[in-house]
């Protein structure tokens, strides 16, 4: 399984940003796709998942504002990211759930101005 992660950018606070995460190979034998983030000096934090049957799940501080999808046509889920704030700035990873090993995308950066 392999994932690449884009879309990230420069945006200015309350702006918008789509992210992709688009995987190849054994797609088959993914179960979910997460999407994390890190922020500089902290650690990587937990912001969504999709699973392969559609359920989704959010952590409670981007409720409202992230939007989690997928188009299985393009082997993508995405990231809407809307209202963005100056502490939403981090590098942006997805993440690839498998039973017995996790895939993680490159990561893309996402910067917020104030």
């Known amino acids: 399984v392999q994932l690449q992660a884009f879309g990230g950018g420069l945006v200015q606070a309350g702006g918008s940003l789509r992210l992709s995460c688009a995987a190849s190979?054994?797609?088959?034998?993914?179960?979910?796709i997460n999407w994390y983030r890190q922020a500089p000096g902290k650690q990587r934090e937990y912001l969504a998942g999709?699973?392969?049957?559609?359920?989704?799940n959010y952590v409670d501080s981007i409720k409202g504002r992230f939007t989690i999808s997928r188009d299985n046509a393009k082997n993508t889920v995405y990231l809407q990211m809307n209202s963005l704030k100056p502490e939403d700035t981090a590098v942006y990873y997805c993440k690839a759930i498998r039973v017995d090993i996790d895939y993680w995308g490159q990561g893309t950066l996402v910067t917020v101005s104030s």
């Open positions: 190979g054994s797609i088959f034998s993914i179960n979910a």
């Open positions: 999709i699973t392969k049957g559609g359920m989704i």
